[in-house]
């Protein structure tokens, strides 16, 4: 495949390098300086690319989506931090019949670590004597709240309804990722984490998903491309 990469910084590197190893041509790394309100993203720029992987930032995706989308070109996105936009771009992406795939989280790794989590919230619901929490750990230069931690929380409250499940989140060195809930008793304490080693697990999952897309109209999520939908 030929694919454009939207963002040079930590992940889109990573995603570069992955994807050269999967045999895919990347056309460009289009990076913030050409980059201003999505003005390198056009369909002269892009011609011949079969999907765009961008992560760059909460204040610049937005703008890059609705670009890539106008261009016609399938899109993957990982950048966190723009929730609240996503029902406006949906409609684009449905009124240009484009495709767009979106995750906070590109680690097969976490997405079953969130089904694991579920499944232990069904086992300590009704079980006041345990106090339940969430911490999530990552590198010092991360700008926003983790949307893992945020869907860790809906996970566990689809379960329990009944717990609140804090969050505390550090920032901190280059960690790449760790999210941990904790059941904490009287007498003993139990806890599931997901502990990310490096970026390439994400950047491995976002090249997957942009071999996946082309061809499949609307928009849709990780869990969607893994699991199939399936509850
Ligand atoms: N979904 C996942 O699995 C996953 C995994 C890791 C990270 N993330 C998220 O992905 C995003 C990027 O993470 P990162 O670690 O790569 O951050 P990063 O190292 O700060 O890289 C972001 C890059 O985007 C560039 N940029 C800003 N505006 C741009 C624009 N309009 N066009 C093109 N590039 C632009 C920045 O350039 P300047 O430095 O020049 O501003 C920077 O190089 C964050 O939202 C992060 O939370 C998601």
């Known amino acids: 495949m030929r694919l454009a990469i939207v963002g040079n910084g930590k992940m889109g590197r990573a995603v570069a390098e992955l994807a050269a190893e999967r045999g895919h041509v990347v056309h460009a790394i289009i990076g913030r300086e050409e980059n201003a309100s999505g003005a390198a993203l056009t369909r002269e720029r892009l011609a011949g690319v079969d999907a765009a992987i961008e992560f760059t930032r909460p204040d610049a995706v937005v ?13 993957v996105t990982g950048t966190t931090g723009w929730g609240t936009e996503l029902p406006r771009i949906a409609r684009l992406v449905e009124a240009r019949r484009g495709a767009l795939l979106h995750a906070a989280n590109f680690s097969v ?13 069904a086992r300590f619901a009704g079980r006041p004597e345990f106090d339940s929490f969430i911490l999530e ?9 983790s949307g893992t931690a945020a869907a860790l929380r809906r ?42 080693r490096s970026r390439r697990g994400f950047a491995a999952g976002a090249v ?17 491309m893994l699991f199939g939908g399936a509850g």
Request: net charge negative.
């Open 63 to 75: 703008t890059n989506l609705e670009r890539l989308i106008e261009a016609g070109v399938p899109t």
């Open 137 to 145: 750990e990552h590198h010092a230069a991360k700008v926003d709240a």
């Open 155 to 196: 996970s566990l409250r689809e379960a329990d309804p009944a717990r609140e499940f804090p969050i505390t989140s550090v920032r901190a060195g280059s960690i790449p990722g760790t999210h941990v809930v904790t059941y904490d008793g009287p007498h003993d304490t139990v806890a599931l984490s997901h502990v990310a």
């Open 208 to 224: 997957a998903a942009a071999e996946w897309l082309p061809g499949r109209p609307g928009v849709h999520d990780f869990e969607e």
């Open 109 to 121: 790794g976490v997405h079953l670590f969130l089904r694991a989590a579920r499944d232990l919230a």
